[in-house]
């Protein structure tokens, strides 16, 4: 072969070469991808992990999800509660309110003694709304309501923490909301609804770590 046809072929390879390195060029480098798939596992890993919360009753939002756990010393002062309560409902003890009538007595297994509130009885859909108080913590509002027999009680919560409307145990009404919270697109605040059909005061709290707020309904006639 001669040097002129040697040149030839060495500027043809040449140009091609520089051709396809161009065309390289436009798209993504392997280091590009390798870095885009990392990123779309840390989203896909995130989203899994958000929605197991969800699906747990918990709340994504919240910096810390801890629910009273069975057999921490939170879930053993509940216990130890609910059975003094209930020994001394055995025996008919029994708390009347101040300015109270005897439909006002204390159902059986109330976890504290409860003064009926003056004025009359609420009925319909009465509305108890979890609020934060901010370094006092959370708090029913109202604590204490009195509904007539056969009303029905409301718990709402717009925080993005959840807290719960739970019953004492051995009392003659028994209801648990679970965890209410607001979710990050949700428009209206968490609801619970409990309909009461025996007269008594009966006594609830919050069974989520941190909360301390109780409360109490007391229905009547």
């Not at 009680?153 to 145990?169: D, L, Y």
């Not at 679970?178 to 007269?199: R, V």
């Amino acid at each position: 072969m001669s040097i002129r046809n040697r040149i030839i072929l060495i500027l043809a390879g040449t140009l091609i070469l520089t051709t396809v390195l161009a065309a390289c060029s436009g798209g993504p480098t392997t280091v590009e991808i390798v870095s885009t798939a990392k990123a779309q596992n840390k989203l896909d890993n995130a989203q899994a992990t958000r929605q197991a919360v969800i699906d747990a009753g918990g709340d994504p939002d919240a910096t810390v999800q801890v629910q009273i756990a069975e057999g921490s010393a939170a879930d053993k002062a509940n216990a130890e509660r609910a059975a003094i309560a209930t020994e001394e409902a055995e025996k008919g003890n029994f708390t009347e309110g101040v300015g109270g009538t005897a439909n006002d007595e204390l159902s059986q297994g109330a976890a504290f003694d409860v003064v009926v509130p003056d004025g009359a009885a609420e009925s319909g859909v009465v509305i108890v709304d979890i609020q934060s108080l901010g370094a006092q913590g959370t708090a029913f509002v109202p604590e204490i309501i009195k509904v007539t027999v056969g009303s029905t009680v409301k718990w709402t919560n717009a925080r993005k923490s959840a807290a719960s409307s739970t019953a004492h145990q051995g009392q003659d009404e028994n209801w648990d909301s679970k965890a209410l919270f607001k979710g990050t697109f949700d428009k209206d605040p968490a609801s619970f609804e409990h309909t009461f059909t025996t007269l008594g005061c009966f006594t609830y709290s919050s069974q989520f770590s941190g909360d301390t707020n109780t409360g109490a309904v007391c229905v009547v006639e």
